[in-house]
C-alpha cells in the first residue's frame, strides 16, 4: 500500500478509534489535556510504524495499547506511582478493562460518557463545552466545528485551548455527576450530542455525505442517556430525533455515494425498525406530561416525515406549524430557514421565498451555504431559472462537502439547460 493510501487508511481509523482512546486515557491521567496530546502520541508512532510495517490486524487495539502504556510512562515521570499507580496498573497490565460499572453512585460506567460529563462541566461556557466535546468525542476538527457553529475558526481553536486549561486548573473530576445534578447539567451535553449526530448525519466537510460513525457513537450516548435520565423528556426526544434521521441512512446515497435529498428517497429502504424505536421515544416523552423542548419538537417533525408512506403524503401543514413552535422555543435563523421550506410546500414557494429573502441580511447567514441553496430551489419552482442557478453555484462554492457540491453544481447546470 501506498504511503498516501496508508495514512487515509490511518486518519479514518482515528476518525473511529479516537474518542475512545481519549476518553480511556482520561480516566487514567484524570487530564482531558493531557489525555489529548498522549493520545496523538500514539496517532504518530503509529504513522511511523505503520507505514513501513504495514496496518496490524486490529489497530483500533493497537492504538489504545499504545496509548495506555504512553500514560503509564506518563505516571512515572510524574512521580504519581502510589495508590493510583498500582490500581491502574493492573488494569493495563492485564489489557482488561475493569468493570466501573458496579460503582454505587455511578450508573453507567461508560468512560465516553464520564468524558462528555466532563468536557460539559459547569465550570466552562456554554460555547466551551460544545467545541471542546465535539473535538474530544466527536473527533472533528476545529474546520468542521466551526462550520457547524457558523463561527470563525480562530474562534473554536481559542476554545479548545482555553476550555482544556480550565479544566485542568480547577482539577475538574472525570466522574458522571450525582444524581441530583444531572437534570441541570443534562442541556450542555444533549447539544453536543446532538451537534455531533447532524455532523454524522450531513457531514459540513470532506469526501462523503454522510459519516454514520458518528451518528451511531452519538445514537448510542443518547440511549444510555435516556436510561440514566428516564424522566428527562428531552433525552427521550432527541434519542427519537436520531432513531427517525438514522432510519433513512440507505436511501439517502446512491451505490456510487451521491446524495439524495429527502423527497426523492426510495422509502422502501427506511429501516423501519429504527422509526417505530423513534415513535416509541416521542411516546415516553409525551407520557411526562410536559411542555415540549426543542428535540421533542423537532423528532415530531421527522415522526411526520416518517409517517408519510410517499413523499406526496406529507402533512406540510403540520409540519409548518411544529416549526412556528420550534421558532417560539429556539429561534434562530437556521429554525427560521427550515420554516421557510416547510411553509413552501404547504403554501407556495413564493411564501417561502419571502421568509428566506429576509434572512439575507442575517450576519450569521452570510455564509452558510444551505440558504442560497433553498433560495435556488424556491426560484427554481416559480420559473426564475436564471437566479436559480446562480443561488445554486453560490451554494456550491460556500459547500465543504464534495459530494454535496457536486450536487449543487449539477441542480446549477440542469437550470441552465432549462
Known amino acids: 500500500m501506498e504511503e498516501s493510501a496508508v495514512h487515509r487508511t490511518i486518519d479514518g481509523i482515528w476518525r473511529i478509534e479516537s474518542a475512545k482512546i481519549i476518553a480511556a486515557l482520561a480516566r487514567i491521567v484524570r487530564d482531558v489535556g493531557i489525555a489529548e496530546d498522549l493520545a496523538q502520541d500514539a496517532l504518530l508512532i503509529a ?36 495508590r493510583k499507580y498500582e490500581e491502574l496498573g493492573r488494569e493495563i497490565d492485564s489489557q482488561q478493562e475493569p468493570d ?40 472533528l476538527t476545529t474546520e468542521e466545528i466551526a462550520s457547524a457553529y457558523l463561527v470563525p475558526e480562530p474562534t473554536v481553536a481559542q476554545r479548545i485551548v482555553r476550555a482544556k486549561r480550565t479544566l485542568t486548573a480547577v482539577r475538574v473530576p472525570f466522574e458522571l455527576p450525582p444524581k441530583d445534578e444531572l437534570p441541570a447539567r443534562l442541556s450542555s451535553v444533549l447539544e453536543v450530542i446532538y451537534l455531533m449526530f447532524n455532523e454524522g448525519y450531513a457531514s459540513s466537510t470532506g469526501e462523503n455525505w454522510i459519516r454514520p460513525v458518528l451518528c451511531q457513537e452519538a445514537l448510542r450516548l443518547g440511549r444510555i442517556l435516556a436510561e440514566i435520565a428516564p424522566d428527562e423528556p428531552e433525552v427521550h426526544g432527541l434519542v427519537a430525533l436520531m432513531e427517525i434521521q438514522s432510519s433513512r441512512f440507505r436511501a439517502r446515497v446512491s451505490p456510487s455515494g451521491e446524495p439524495i435529498l429527502l423527497m426523492d428517497q426510495n422509502r422502501a429502504l427506511w429501516d423501519h425498525l429504527l422509526i417505530r424505536r423513534g415513535l416509541t421515544a416521542i411516546e415516553r416523552a409525551e407520557r411526562l406530561g410536559r411542555a415540549f423542548g426543542p428535540y421533542l419538537i423537532q423528532a415530531s417533525i421527522a415522526a411526520c416525515h416518517a409517517r408519510a408512506h410517499t413523499a406526496a403524503e406529507t402533512d406540510w ?10 421558532s417560539q422555543v429556539a429561534p434562530s435563523p437556521v429554525v427560521e430557514l427550515n420554516r421557510a421550506v416547510a411553509l413552501s410546500m404547504a403554501f407556495g414557494p413564493e411564501v417561502g421565498l419571502e421568509i428566506v429573502d429576509a434572512l439575507l441580511q442575517e450576519p450569521s447567514m452570510k455564509n452558510y451555504h444551505l440558504l442560497p441553496s433553498v433560495r435556488g430551489d424556491f426560484l427554481m419552482k416559480l420559473g426564475r431559472k436564471q437566479e436559480a442557478c446562480l443561488e445554486f453555484k453560490r451554494a456550491a462554492t460556500l459547500s465543504r462537502n464534495e459530494k454535496e457540491r457536486d450536487l449543487l453544481l449539477r441542480r446549477a447546470s440542469d437550470c441552465a439547460a432549462e
Do not use: Q
Open 317 to 326: 401543514v403540520r409540519i409548518s406549524a411544529l416549526y412556528e413552535a420550534l
Open 100 to 139: 466501573w460499572d458496579e460503582a454505587l453512585d455511578d450508573p453507567v460506567g461508560d468512560d465516553l460518557l464520564r468524558l462528555i460529563f466532563t468536557t460539559c462541566h459547569p465550570v466552562l461556557s456554554s460555547e466551551a463545552r460544545v467545541a471542546l466535546t465535539l473535538r474530544l468525542l466527536g473527533g
Open 47 to 82: 504513522l511511523e510504524r505503520w507505514t513501513d510495517e504495514g496496518i496490524p490486524e486490529n489497530p483500533g487495539a493497537w492504538l489504545m495499547t499504545t496509548a495506555k502504556r504512553r500514560a503509564f510512562d506518563h505516571l512515572r515521570r510524574s512521580k504519581v506511582r502510589d
